[in-house]
């Protein structure tokens, strides 16, 4: 399985990572996963690095994890580990089922992968939202710290008042 070489694309183009990850409107610390190879780039957010950066495909990109050694459990992505079992469960039905248990597992695997697709474009959606909640509690931290620096401000005051009082 492939991946592409974000981080280099974007350094080659001068963008910040943050800067990238507001533009694909995702969280700068799922670009980073993305980059690493920790999680995949989901097909839309493809097409959407080639609009930014005005090219027709991300070929001269693609990084082959195979090149080298084989990656560990721990390296592999969910996609990546999702096709193997695709494939060990296409090989055991080619070498083990009759001729109609052979399409009637080629339906399985049309099912799954609409499932997984389907689970990759909502967990899209759930990184989109949870952008978006991370955003409102940056703005409500700051809230809170601006009503924090008025309290402390207040309680000065109080003070500065009452010990000009007591002279």
Excluded: W
Aim: aromatic share 4%; hydrophobic share 30%; with cysteine.
């Amino acid at each position: 399985m492939s991946r592409f070489d974000i981080s280099r694309l974007r350094k080659e183009k001068g963008m910040s990572q943050s800067e990238l990850a507001q533009q694909l409107q995702m969280t700068q610390s799922f670009l980073s996963a993305i980059e690493n190879g920790k999680s995949p780039l989901p097909i839309e957010k493809e097409e959407r690095l080639c609009e930014i950066f005005g090219l027709t495909n991300l070929n001269d990109y693609v990084v082959d994890k195979r090149q080298g050694s084989d990656p560990t459990m721990a390296e592999m992505t969910d996609s990546d580990l999702f096709n193997q079992l695709l494939s060990r469960f296409h090989k055991q039905a080619h070498s083990a089922e009759s001729e109609h248990h052979h399409h009637d597992h080629h339906h399985r695997i049309e099912e799954l992968e609409e499932r997984v697709e389907r689970l990759f474009c909502r967990n899209d959606e759930l990184m989109k939202r949870n952008a978006g909640l991370a955003e409102d509690n940056d703005r409500l931290r700051r809230e809170i710290d601006g009503y924090r620096a008025e309290i402390d401000s207040l309680r000065k005051e109080n003070h500065m008042l009452r010990c000009g009082q007591k002279d």
